[in-house]
Each structure stands twice: as C-alpha cells, then as structure tokens.
C-alpha cells in the first residue's frame, strides 16, 4: 500500500516564504485585497443575472440539464473579460458586419446589454 505524504503539497514552500517574508499587517492588506476583488467581481455577477444579461458571458445551464453552470462570482470575472474582448474586437465585427448586415440586430443587442453590463450599480 502506497502513502502519500499530502501534508507538503508543491505549494506550501511558497505560502510558508510569503508568511515568512510578509509582515503581518501586509497579509492582512493582502488578504483583504483578495476578499473586496471576490466580491467586486460577484456583485458584478449579481447585477448581471438580475438583468438577465449572462447569456451573454457563458452558458447558463449545461447541455443536457438544468443545473446551472457558472455561479455569480464566475459571470462577475468573465462579464469584465467579454467587455474588453469585445472592445478590442468591434473593428473586426464591423466587418464582418458589412459582410453579413441580417446578423447586425443581434449585433446591436449584444452592445446594448454590454452597455447594461459596465453601468454601475
């Protein structure tokens, strides 16, 4: 019988310098750094779903059932990562646009709920 030792997982060195180094003041900012991004990005979700607008950002249920995917914290991180990958590629969609003009209503909805989605609270 085989036993791993779990008690050193590859990461711990890492997290045992960074409390070594760390003052514990500059943790404590650290960690709440982390906490205020966590929920930044899951009220961001909230008010997402609440429009209903996370069509956009991903899949709300898996193919086959009605569990949802993604939770709000998920929508909230990758709504910000839809807008800015939206934005660097509206030149392209321009184009493609001219090309297609029966896909430019869709178009145009898309950028009305992307303008719902960076209002703020």
């Known amino acids: 019988m085989?036993?791993?030792n779990t008690s050193r997982l590859p990461l711990t060195p890492l997290i045992e310098a960074m409390f070594k180094e760390?003052?514990?003041d500059?943790?404590?900012r650290l960690i709440l750094l982390i906490a205020l991004s966590m929920t930044s990005a899951w009220l961001e979700g909230q008010k997402t779903q609440s429009q209903r607008k996370q069509?956009?950002?991903c899949r709300s249920?898996?193919?086959?059932?009605?569990?949802?995917?993604?939770?709000a914290f998920w929508i909230g991180l990758y709504g910000s990562i839809w807008i800015?990958?939206?934005n660097q590629c509206q030149e392209l969609a321009f184009l493609?646009?001219?090309l297609v003009p029966n896909k430019l209503p869709f178009y145009q909805q898309g950028l009305r709920d992307m303008m719902l989605i960076q209002q703020p609270f």
């Open 22 to 24: 760390g003052s514990p």
């Open 96 to 98: 493609m646009m001219a």
């Open 84 to 86: 800015v990958s939206m």
């Open 61 to 71: 249920t898996e193919q086959n059932g009605t569990r949802r995917r993604h939770s």
């Open 26 to 28: 500059r943790i404590v």
């Open 55 to 57: 069509s956009y950002v």
């Open 2 to 4: 085989v036993v791993f």
